[in-house]
Nanobody, 124 residues
């Protein structure tokens, strides 16, 4: 079992950037980032495999969303650039032993463990 704690969400103006952090209580888990806007389904963004460091990112998001990992700190980050109102959502960190795979990384059901989320609101 692993506990996840996200941070870094904020109220930002359009065009701004944020870096979200997720600290995990244990290593050796695939880690992923999802988001959920009000009234919408939880949406996969990116993930990183614990075994080989391979990362998957939704193609339409690759230009603005960057996942990175600091293994020494058991922390994964999500850098988001050029934020717009459509990015307003709660952002969640997720973990699972084998969640980060090409065919399933955007499916929230592939990840067993979840943080409580951090809110990003983009507004002028």
């Amino acid at each position: 079992q692993v506990q996840l704690v996200e941070s870094g969400g904020a109220l930002v103006q359009p065009g701004g950037s944020l870096r979200l952090s997720c600290v995990a209580s244990a290593d050796h888990y695939d880690m992923g980032w999802f988001r959920q806007a009000p009234g919408k389904e939880r949406e996969g963004i990116s993930c990183i495999s614990a075994r080989d460091g391979l990362r998957w990112t939704v193609p339409d998001m690759m230009d603005r969303f960057t996942l990175s990992k600091d293994a020494a700190k058991s922390t994964v980050y999500l850098q988001i650039d050029n934020l717009g109102p459509s990015d307003t959502a709660t952002y969640y960190c997720a973990a699972d032993l084998f969640g980060c795979q090409r065919h399933s990384y955007t499916d929230y059901r592939a990840f067993r463990y979840w943080g409580r989320g951090t809110q990003i609101t983009v507004s002028s």
